[in-house]
């Protein structure tokens, strides 16, 4: 399986510069680079809303993602990047799909690999007029350019589903807890890489560590934002040597947050 991460943001750029169509009063539009999920940015109405992001240098993208946001499936969101803080031809403008689960329920998160542009300016729209809340929210906006790697993950490769909600519980009763969003648990692994690849996740663990958020993809082409998650790294980049110039990395542990 491919395995894409995004792990130099080039959204959370120091120089950088946020501004929106609208951001309310407490919710305002530097939310969007907190690490925080949970802490939104939030405008003032569903349609014709707009955040961007003047990187002030330019910078290659080619890999966005939405997360914690409360958009409908009927919902229009739109990708732009430009060299000027000029709308009308744009360099790159791309729809951004709104994923369902098999229940036809909207996942709270969107994913998407634009064609690669390096440039100054990045813009998102945003148009859901039949949104119930009357606004649109979101939790985390990321972007950047991804890396690849170049063998694909092992077999033993497991993501599991777990539910932190709190409570009593009582064997015969109904358990009365306080519900909280589901995450995933991601391990993956790779087999007899070279010293070049071996630097190259070098290179992401000095960056990353167990600190900082990334984000993992494993079906990229087909399921992007379904087989996609932000994640911190919980375990150590652990390599063994098999041969001369040849490692295999042990499991890596990757937890998504939805909070």
Excluded at 4 to 17: E, H, K, P
Excluded at 201 to 214: L, V
Aim: with cysteine; net charge negative.
């Amino acid at each position: 399986m491919a395995f894409r991460i995004l792990y130099n943001l080039a959204s959370d750029l120091s120089t950088a510069v946020i501004t929106s169509s609208s951001d309310g009063t407490v919710n305002t539009d530097d939310n969007a680079v907190d690490n925080r999920v949970g802490k939104k940015w939030r405008t003032d109405s569903d349609t014709l809303e707009w955040i961007k992001w003047d990187l002030v240098v330019s910078r290659a993208v080619d890999a966005v993602a939405l997360l914690g946001h409360n958009l409908t499936s009927a919902a229009t969101v739109e990708y732009e990047n430009n060299a000027t803080d000029s709308w009308g031809s744009p360099t790159t403008s791309e729809a951004l799909a709104i994923a369902t689960n098999a229940d036809s329920v909207v996942i709270p998160r969107i994913i998407h690999f634009p064609v690669s542009a390096t440039k100054r300016w990045h813009q998102f729209t945003f148009d859901d007029a039949t949104n119930p809340d009357g606004y649109i929210q979101v939790g985390r906006i990321i972007f950047g350019e991804y890396f690849e790697t170049t063998r694909d993950m092992s077999d033993d490769f497991r993501v599991e589903i777990l539910d932190p909600s709190e409570g009593e519980e009582k064997p015969g009763e109904v358990p009365v807890k306080t519900e909280k969003p589901r995450f995933r648990r991601i391990s993956t692994s790779f087999e007899l890489i070279d010293q070049t690849a071996v630097d190259k996740w070098s290179a992401i663990f000095d960056r990353i560590g167990n600190n900082k958020p990334c984000l993992i993809s494993w079906t990229p082409s087909t399921r992007a934002t379904e087989d996609s998650a932000y994640v911190y790294l919980k375990t150590p980049l652990a390599l063994a040597h098999q041969f001369i110039q040849n490692y295999s990395i042990m499991r890596l542990v990757w937890e998504e947050k939805t909070r």
